[in-house]
């Protein structure tokens, strides 16, 4: 690295040349002091830092949403999948069994509701004969040729068959409703089934499975992680006393941690719009806890050899900044 280059990078956590010039030479004691730095006047060009290595969208856990014994894996570790091919199958014997007494169920009541229909047409015409028939006799005692009492009898059939038309008419309502309840069981059937097959969510690679076949999995277990099909990116995070620099936009440069080889180039996507704790590779006791950082995201034009999740060092060109 040139001289020129050392003198205006910056490294993103901790700034080891700042904690060093900020010590208190009266008293003989060292540790940071940012009051005793003014960033603003300070000609940093370029900042420096490690990054992790993500999809665009993060690796993402699946988790199941129901539990039960795991019968056999569909995929490996490292299969490139596509959304909705199965991952895991959990046994589903009894949501089968419970299916198909369902459908049979519904088949049955299907069956009931076309017979109480035929039941109502039949009870329908013969009450359309009847009235027509009572409406010929009226006509014919009015005329002294038929006698009041056929006249009656009539009466009471066209009265039956009003009623038993619409004893009918309410059979094949509740037929209806029997079977919208019983469609609906088999749907819910048919679902409780379908959560016993965990399928992706994503095209993507499948990076890691956490189960094996025969093993127990609680409900809302994780059993996987997902890295979905989309552009690679690194994440990392800049000292709060640079953050105000940062922008979409800037340029930036990916190496592997201590080489000056360039792997790769990207530009910045994300500004966190927030300041917060160090989340990446934190850990360290030598870490101060009391600095604060900004996430940023860089979209890398060409993957290499880069690998999921593996460290690298990102610089930054503040000098590429962008309006």
Do not use: W
């Not at 014997?93 to 369902?102: K, P």
């Not at 910045?268 to 030598?286: D, E, N, Q």
């Amino acid at each position: 690295m040139k001289i020129r280059e050392i003198r205006n990078t910056v490294l993103m956590v901790p700034i080891l040349f700042l904690a060093g010039c900020s010590g208190n030479s009266e008293s003989g004691e060292k540790g940071p002091d940012n009051s005793s730095v003014n960033t603003s006047i300070v000609e940093v060009l370029q900042v420096v830092g490690v990054g992790k290595v993500e999809p665009e969208t993060e690796i993402v856990s699946l988790a199941a949403v129901t539990g039960g014994v795991v019968r056999k894996l569909h995929h490996n570790e490292g299969d490139t999948i596509k959304k909705g091919e199965i991952i895991v199958q959990l046994d589903d014997e009894l949501e089968v069994i419970t299916v198909a007494r369902y459908r049979s169920q519904f088949m049955s009541q299907k069956s009931q509701k076309e017979v109480d229909v035929m039941n109502l047409k039949d009870s329908e015409i013969r009450l359309a004969n009847k009235e027509r028939l009572l409406k010929s006799v009226t006509g014919l005692v009015d005329k002294g040729a038929e006698t009041k009492q056929t006249l009656d009898d009539l009466e009471t059939d066209v009265a039956v068959l009003r009623l038993t038309v619409d004893r009918n008419r309410a059979m094949v309502t509740l037929a209806e409703s029997r079977l919208q309840e019983m469609a609906e069981q088999m749907r819910f059937a048919e679902a409780e089934s379908g959560r016993k097959t965990l399928r992706s969510p994503y095209d993507g690679v499948l990076l890691d499975i956490h189960v094996n076949e025969g093993q127990a999995l609680s409900q809302f277990e994780p059993y996987a992680e997902v890295a979905p099909s989309g552009a690679m990116t690194v994440r990392t995070e800049v000292d709060e006393l640079f953050a105000d620099r940062l922008t979409n936009g800037l340029d930036a440069e990916i190496r592997f941690i201590g080489s000056d080889s360039v792997l790769t180039t990207g530009k910045v996507i994300f500004v966190s719009p927030y300041l917060k704790k160090k989340s990446l590779f934190s850990g360290k006791v030598s870490e101060q806890e009391d600095r604060l950082v900004r996430e940023v995201r860089i979209k890398i034009e060409e993957s290499a050899s880069l690998i999921l999740s593996s460290k690298v060092e990102v610089v930054i060109k503040l000098n590429g900044r962008q309006s």
